[in-house]
């Protein structure tokens, strides 16, 4: 049984193209993330929802819109993609905040042109 | 401000040796929580242990422990006889509130693995 899954695992798109990414988990958490991880392996947060609520929201363009449907969905829009957008975008839940263990999606690689 | 640190880019062990991954941190907290994580080729995270910083007992998860040194602000990960099943990269992870109010995980930059048969 899957936890935290994400669709697509790789999406390759032209750049200015509009794309989604989708989350769910089924562990029942109220927390869930987005991260951004760069070519060379490098994590970073972009946002957090908790109970479909916006707690962190990072320096991110404005491009990216994240939208929470309920608790066990976060999907993420990205509008007029850009190549510096490339990169494995990864959801991932807790049970509430950070100090739980974040159980993370298998990743969306996604390669603008 | 890079808040996690570690140091070493790459590392590489014998199979059924021992190596130590090292991460340092900066915080003015007293109670807060530390996390390694472990991507393999998959490219999925996996937790492989987390330590509280109340707690003096070093985390313990079978051939994994950590050495947690709170006044040096060190967090470093100590994998015991390696499998090549643990190649992978290992992140170092910390909580850090925001200015808003709000905690964010912060990543290291991460050590690359390798285990030689």
């Known amino acids: 049984d899957t936890a935290v899954s994400q669709t697509p695992k790789y999406l390759v798109t032209q750049m200015g193209n509009d794309k989604s990414i989708k989350c769910e988990q089924n562990?029942?958490?109220?927390?869930m993330y987005w991260y951004k991880q760069d070519s060379k392996k490098f994590l970073k947060i972009m946002f957090s929802?908790?109970?479909?609520?916006?707690?962190i929201n990072e320096t991110v363009p404005n491009r990216f819109s994240p939208k929470s449907p309920d608790k066990a969905h976060l999907n993420l829009h990205i509008n007029s993609l850009e190549l510096g957008d490339s990169a494995v975008y990864f959801c991932?839940?807790?049970?509430?905040?950070?100090?739980?263990?974040?159980?993370f999606g298998p990743g969306t690689r996604l390669t603008v042109l | 401000a890079q808040t996690v640190t570690q140091s070493q880019p790459e590392m590489s062990v014998q199979e059924a040796e021992t190596v130590t991954l090292s991460c340092t941190y900066d915080t003015s907290e007293s109670d807060y929580y530390l996390f390694w994580y472990k991507q393999p080729p998959s490219r999925q995270m996996i937790l492989v242990i987390r330590?509280?910083?109340?707690?003096?007992q070093n985390a313990t998860e079978n051939r994994f422990s950590v050495n947690f040194q709170k006044a040096a602000k060190s967090f470093s990960l100590k994998i015991s006889d390696s499998q090549l099943g643990d190649a992978a990269m290992y992140f170092c992870?910390?909580?850090?509130?925001?200015?808003?109010?709000?905690?964010?995980?912060?990543f290291g930059k991460g050590t690359k693995l390798t285990v030689n048969p």
């Open positions: 562990l029942g958490h109220d927390t």
């Open positions: 992870a910390y909580p850090r509130i925001t200015q808003g109010g709000s905690e964010k995980l912060v």
């Open positions: 330590q509280e910083a109340y707690k003096q």
């Open positions: 929802y908790n109970n479909k609520e916006l707690i």
């Open positions: 991932a839940s807790s049970p509430s905040g950070l100090t739980d263990t974040q159980y």
